[in-house]
Each structure stands twice: as structure tokens, then as C-alpha cells.
């Protein structure tokens, strides 16, 4: 099965659901700078959201760059993975009204999501790595010792579970567990570039 | 006349209608779990819609893989077909309003909305095949012993009555007849993979 | 210049555009059929509007699918006719205000947007053809005789005029005039099945 | 690394960006011609976003056509791009709560956001000429001499600077910069021609 146009389906998701976000920032009541430093907040969120949602945009795009195949099961796994990131608007707008990050409810739900993505990310992985069998360019990429999205399930399920007397911790943990996201994986890199030659 | 900017039109109205859904979620008015509790109906009808257009765009996405040819009709059929999904958000806000799925006039819509777009996909479908040929991959692949369109519209139509007399009985019967769908074609699958052996 | 991203980039607008006017269809006030019958004017309008940019976009489509070159201008002249395209959620909300399609200026308004749409679209198919040549698919299909934009401004403007005195006459008429859009151009049509056999 | 993922996600952004604004432009409260009056400076700063946008667009369209490779930084660059452009919905709604653009803060807001646009525009530039190499065609097309960018940002920190005098001049100044970039860079037309040539 092709794998372009879930490609473009996620690509259309995800850009939606990071831009009706920003519907979520309501102009400052006054035209002042003192009115801007008013939804100090609702940026702050929003700054984080984009950046969570560019972090699964990025990795998303690498993942699949090396895939070849995909099954019926990784397109469900992947619809799945878009119904959970959908909830940022809503999880965003909710940890807003609690007022400067400080209520449980709306930050473990915040967190709740991130890891319930996760999960499905790394379900979605293996499955990848099934479907195009070990000796493809996925399965030696990610491989037996391909431990991150496991880490990040145990950081995101930690970042709840702090978050449950530190709310403002499932920001702190969920950001750093991010950052390991940021530099694409450099195997998928390394994968890349010498099919990029014998193209080129 | 080619099929990739119709798939690509396709793919961003179904994500689109996904995503804005989520912009009728309102904060629960507390910030505790008991606010997100209050929400849950919201919750649960987002969750419903959001499978529903998961199904439509997994199956449109079958479809349209061992498609070779689109005639105008096909074009308008779809648009038809664009048409009606694009009206989950509308359906799905006024469900809500009824209360706890027990309200009589915005269930019956909402199932005359999935009978309406299973009418265009069975007409389509038949087009398709026609446009094709018989012995096409399509024609091959869904020929005349393939029913599954006409039971869907059967079981649709019967949401709608039953839901006359209950109308949660809507979406209990819609549900089941969507689980139909869940797993792609097989007869489609098989025809892919031949395909891709080729390709590869 | 390449023209897919363009294609893209006008799918992805017009798509937009097209399901965020459902975000202005309100959930009637009570849960009844009478409640719905009570919205047939929001539902109406959203009708033909939806009606109206899915025909742009299939003569975009079919238009697009016989160039190979676009200029400079031809992208500016796409984003300008995007520009009034995008107008259609506010003009369908704004008529709906005026009740009953009977208010005027509102109605000549969203007849305003599609004169201006459809001078547009005449600037853009002549520039088209300068710039993939007379003896090009474009060139050939659509050359001097071809003379259903003029015939479309003509009416769209006359829609406007008539408006003027009788509301309701921008929809007639306009209605009309879209009409003759509906089936692909067939010039086109043949060019692509040429093209097409070639390609198989 | 490909690059016609990046191209796609950011054509949905842009794409979603442009639309939604109009979403801020509310139907006037009579259904008369002075009523389309009282609403002008929305209709102004939506013309004024739009025409932004586009430049940015159009330009990013010219940019990646004679772009090959794209590395981590560049995506990272493309995003933080996107972040700033997404900040137009709320910029454009803020300006006009000012009332008739005299308001300091809002319009000081507006400039910022270009500002840093223009600034990641001219890291993303020096990076894919890096990346591509000197003797790439973006690296022969926007070498050494190529100093728009740095033009850009100059005006848009005038824009800023002059706006905290007169905050009308964000608008005037800015305007004039984005005037700069309607023609597309001829040397990169160049380029593409020459391709363009070979491919056909």
C-alpha cells in the first residue's frame, strides 16, 4: 500500500490543528503592551503546542521518509495518532482557563495526551518494522536497540504522574522529554543520505 | 483524466472537517475532573465522528489506490460525497445540544447524513468500475458480487428508522455498520500487493 | 515554473474555505425538525456556495491539468482569484443576516465577488495560453473561439445590475451561469484522453 | 532529505493561515452598503495580511523549486517560519480592536511578527545555500551578492523603529518592503528556465 497519501493526510492534520490553535489566542483587551503581557498565557501555550506538535510533524516526516511499505494496521495506528494529537486545541484552551498553569485537571489531561500519543507512536514503529521486514532500511535504522520511544512513554507517564502534585512539572518533563526529539534521528539521517546519492 | 488532485482535495476536506470538529469541545467550565466529566457527551460524539471520517478517508483511500481513470460524474460524485461528510460538524453540534443522545430530530440527521454519503459512495463505486472497464484492477477487484455498498446503505437506512422510535439506536447500528469497513478490502489488498511486487 | 504546488496550494484554500462555512451554520435552537426547518436559509446558502467553489475547483482542475508553463503573473493572478474565493464564508454569512435573501447589499455583494472571481479567471486562461503558446494542449484547446469566460462575466455582471431592483436575481442568475461550468470543458477533456493513451 | 513534505505542510499552513483570517472579518451589523463601510479597516488589514502572505508564499514557492537537499537545521528554520506567519490571525485582530490602525502596541506586534519572519527568512536562505553547496543552482542563483534579505530586515526594523512615532508606518514601510519581493527573483526564473528546458 502506498504510503503518500497518509503522508499528505497527516501533513493536512496536523498543519490544521497547530494554525485553528492560534483561533484560541483572543486579542488583549486593551491595545497596549501591558494587554499583550495580559495573554502572556495563552502565547506561552501556544509557543509550547506548536512546538510539541512540529517535534511529531519532524519525526513523522523522517519516520516515514525510510518506510516502503505500510499495512492496514499502521494507517489505523496512524488515524489514531491524529485523534490524540487533535486534542492540543482543546487540551491548550482548557489549561488556559485554569489560570497561569497551576490546576491539576487540565495539565494531567494535557500530559495524558502526549503519552497516549506516544504509546501509539511506538506501536506504530514496531509495526513499520514488521511490515517492511528487518533487512529493509527502517528495520536496520530502528532496530533491536531503538530504545527512544519507549523512553519517552516512561518520561511522558512520569511527567502524569509528577504532574499529579506539581502540575507545571508535566510542562517541564514533556519539554524535555521533546528535546530528544529535536535532532531527527541521525541512523534515518545517515539512511537517507546514501539513498539521496544513488539518486541524485 | 487523473486522480491526484481529487485524492489530495479529498484528504484535506476529510482533515479539515476532522480537525474543526474538535473546535465545538469547549472547555469544561471548572478546571477539575469533574468539569471534564460534564464534557463527556461532547467527547463521546467527537470520538464517533472522528472514526467515521477515519473510515470514509481509509476506504476512499483504497478505492482510489487501484483506480486508473475519473470521469467528470466520478468528480461530482465525490464532491457530493465532500458534501455531506463536510456536514459532521453541523450534525455533531446539534446532537449536543439535544442532551445525551436522546433527542429525536438531531439523531435522525445525523443518520440521514451517513445514508446520504453511503448512497454517493455505492454510486460511485459503480462508476468507477464502468470508467475502468470490467477487467480493470477495479472491475476485477470490486465486481458483481460486491455487496458491501448496498448493505451499508440497508443499514443506514435502518438507523434511520429504528432511530424514529430510539434514537441512540442511530449510532449503535451506524457503529456497527462502519466496523464493517474497518479492515480494508481484502480483494483490494491482494490486488496492491501484486502490484507492488511489480513496482519494487 | 512548475505548476503542482500551485495546484496544491489552491486545493488546499478552496478546501478550507469551503468547510469552514459550516462553522456558520448554527445548531438550530430546539432539537425538533422545526428547529432545522428554522435554519434553511444558513443551510441554503451553504448549499450553493459549496455549490459554487466546487464548480472553480473543477474547472481549476481541468484548466490546470492541460498547462505546463505558468509565469509570474499567472500565480499572482491564481492568489487574487484565491483572494475573492476566500471572501465566500463572509459574503454567506452576511447574506444570511439580511434574512430571507430579500436585503441588497449583501446579495450584490457575493454577486460583486464572483464578477470580480470571474474576471479574474479570464486574465488567467489568456495569460495561460501566452505563455505555453498557441500551438500547446492549452493553446490549442482553448484558443480564439473560446469564449465562455467572457460569456460568464457577462452574466455575473448582469447578475449584479438586475440584483440591483430583484435581491434574489444575483443567486438566479449566478445560479445559472455555473451551470454552464458544470460539465468539464470537453475540448479539455479530449486533449486529456489523447494525453492520457499516451501515458498508459 | 526530500523536500516536497516541507513543501506541502508549509502550503497547508499558509494556506490555513490566510483562510481562517477571514473567519475575523464579522458580517456588519446592518445589511446595508454603509454597513460594508463601517467593517473597512477588517477588510483593509485582511487585504493587507493576504497580500503578506502571499509574498511569503510565493517567494517560498521560488525559494524550493531550485532547492535539493534540506537539512534538520533548515526544517527547524521552515517551522520557526511557519510559527511567526501563524501569528497573522491574531496580529490582523488585534490591529483592528486599535481602531482605524492608530493604536502603538497592535501595529508595533504586527511589525515584530514580520520582523522575525524576515530574520528566519535570510538564516533559511544562507543555510540551504550551505547545504546545497556553491555550486548548486541556489547557491550560483542567491550567492554572494544577493542582498534582499538583509534589505528586508533592514525595513522591517525600520518599519518597527518609525512605527513607535507613527504607527500607521508599519503598514507603509512594511508594504513597500513586501513590494520588493511581487516579481519573483528573476535569477532564480533563469535557473528554472534553463531546467524547465531539459525537462520538457
Not at 516502503?68 to 490524540?84: P, Q, T
Amino acid at each position: 500500500m502506498g504510503k503518500s497519501r497518509i503522508e499528505a493526510f497527516t501533513d493536512a492534520i496536523i498543519a490544521i490543528v497547530m494554525t485553528i490553535m492560534v483561533l484560541e489566542i483572543h486579542a488583549p483587551e486593551t491595545s497596549t503592551f501591558k494587554g499583550l503581557w495580559g495573554i502572556r498565557d495563552s502565547l506561552s501555550i501556544y509557543a509550547f503546542s506548536f512546538f510539541v506538535l512540529s517535534v511529531y510533524w519532524i519525526n513523522h516526516h523522517h519516520l516515514f521518509s525510510i518506510v516502503h511499505k505500510v499495512s492496514g494496521r499502521v494507517i489505523w495506528l496512524n488515524m489514531i495518532l491524529m485523534f490524540f494529537l487533535s486534542f492540543f486545541p482543546f487540551t491548550s484552551a482548557w489549561v488556559l482557563e485554569g489560570g497561569h498553569f497551576a490546576a491539576k485537571a487540565p495539565e494531567l489531561t494535557y500530559g495524558t495526551v502526549i503519552l497516549l500519543a506516544n504509546i501509539i507512536w511506538a506501536l506504530m514503529v514496531q509495526d513499520l518494522i514488521r511490515v517492511n521486514g528487518k533487512q529493509s532500511l527502517i528495520g536496520k535504522s530502528l532496530g533491536a536497540d531503538y530504545n527512544k520511544p519507549f523512553i519517552s512513554i516512561g518520561m511522558a507517564a512520569l511527567a502524569v504522574v509528577i504532574g499529579i502534585y506539581v502540575p507545571l512539572a508535566v510542562f517541564a518533563i514533556d519539554g524535555l522529554m521533546f528535546l530528544l526529539w529535536i535532532v531527527p534521528e541521525k541512523r534515518i539521517e545517515r539512511t537517507l543520505q546514501n539513498n539521496k546519492k544513488e539518486d541524485d
